[in-house]
């Protein structure tokens, strides 16, 4: 299973790639606009400590997603053009899957979205899960339905599970088989936690004072 980060914010980035478990790193412009830095020079930041950024376009025409498809993937081999799931973008996937250009298919909320995106020729898909959350439905079960289909099929798409809120979407992406989970800082820094965990060390330490040991 492959972790991102959800984020715009390089030194987030830096910290999470230090613990050695980082493969990714995703944007949009949301979140590039909450940290108020130049986009190209973040994105290319980020390439330099992670394998894997989405770099969303912004154009919603076919012809304008693929020139800044285009241009993003010339910033760095690294990059992964985000496109939205409209049909302007299924057909700028195919471009970009026709050109060797990566892309991850953001905004995904059903099933067939996700089979058009895999069919169009998506590297990966985002099924925003958290959102689904908020309107009051159960956004893992649609990552249920999509890796039971893939399950059938020959799909090479990655399922990358988004708009991740909290830890147990992680737990419950990896039972699953997703095949990436993006996740914000806040959800990532819980990630290594467990009270047992510290507990435990203190009592090894604690009880290492009471042996004889050279040093
Ligand atoms: O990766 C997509 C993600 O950034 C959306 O998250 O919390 O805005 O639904 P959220």
Redesign the pocket.
Known sequence: MKLFL?TANVEHVAEVASWAVLDGV?T?P??VAKEGKDFKETVLKMCELVPCVSAQVTATDAEGMQQQAVEYSKWHKHVVVKVPMTTEGLKALRFCAKKGIRTNT?LVFSLPQAILAAKAGATII?P?V??ID?IGENGMVLIGQIMEAWAHYKFTTEVLV????HPDHVIEAARLGAHIA?I?YEVFKKLPLHPLTDTGIKRFLDDWEKVKHGS
């Open positions: 959800d995703t949009n949301t979140l953001t985002s925003f958290g959102r908020d988004a708009s991740v809120r993006t914000p």
